[in-house]
């Protein structure tokens, strides 16, 4: 009887002690919201291991709702006959994808039978925050990633540029044609530069004055001139030839004619208006 008591203390033990961890594992797992019926991430691919899984949605669950803009990446085996970019917005339009009562966000697909990527933006990520040449800077960032095979690092840094474009969308003033991210260097590299050119420059001016030690200063150039080399007798001025230069100054409303800002827009086949880019990797 004592042995059966223990071994049911065990138990009731190891059940209380699952009771009250089980809420503080599951508060780690990102709750998907009641009206949608995926997660920001979905890896049918299975292109990223479990820790990067992790990784990568607990960024975008954080970077959707400090944004209020979803940021959501899926990856499939095929398209199933359809186009990236019909696909990319049936999977947004049908999942419940969004933020808010606009839904607002955007998605990356990316599939690995077709080695084709779309993004479909919506709402606010379409109207304002994300136009047709910052959708251009993203996919020209991650899309190198991509075709290395670089997947984890491709979707973070979508991920990133995501946050950076929502961020700059708030100031009034967004990531278009003539204003699009700066390229950021280290410092370290700044230092290092400099440190390296005084010392090609040190050795180069050390070089020539070695060359300059048999030549002394003088006072006049008598030393160079010949007595009675130069006699002048007559002078006279002649026009030889003129040159001219032109130079064409555009007008500023020719010069921005050619490049136009903005978003362009396509409907999905639940008739709502999308925008986004596609192509291969």
Sequence with gaps: MKTKKKIWCCLFSLLWIFVLIFPVMASDIPEIPTERQKPLLVDEAGLLSEEENSTLINKLEEISQRQENEVAVVTVNSLEGKTAEAYADDYY????????????GLLLLVS??????????????????????????ISSEFRSKLSSGEYAKAFECFADLCDDFLTQAAT??????????????????????LVVAFFISFR?????????????????????????????RRSTDS???????????????????????????HTSSSGRSHGGSSGKF
């Excluded at 339009?93 to 607002?104: A, K, P, T």
């Excluded at 003033?173 to 260097?185: Q, R």
């Excluded at 300059?212 to 160079?224: F, I, R």
């Excluded at 003129?242 to 903005?262: F, H, L, Y």
Aim: proline share 3%; glycine share 12%.
């Design 93 to 104: 339009d049908y999942n419940g994808y969004g933020y808010g009562e606009n839904d607002d």
């Design 112 to 137: 690995m039978g077709e080695r084709e990527w779309a993004i479909t933006t919506y709402g606010y990520c379409h109207t304002v925050a994300f136009t047709d040449a910052g959708l251009d800077y």
């Design 172 to 193: 009034g003033e967004p990531y278009d044609v003539d204003n699009m991210p700066k390229g950021k260097v280290s410092p370290f590299w700044l230092y290092t530069d």
């Design 204 to 232: 180069i001016v050390k070089g020539k004055s070695r060359n300059l030690k048999s030549v002394k200063k003088q006072e006049s150039a008598k030393a160079y001139e010949r007595s009675g080399s130069l006699s002048l």
């Design 239 to 265: 026009f030889v030839n003129r040159i001219v230069t032109q130079r064409t100054i555009k007008n500023e409303k020719d010069s921005s004619s050619g490049s136009s800002g903005g978003s362009s827009s």
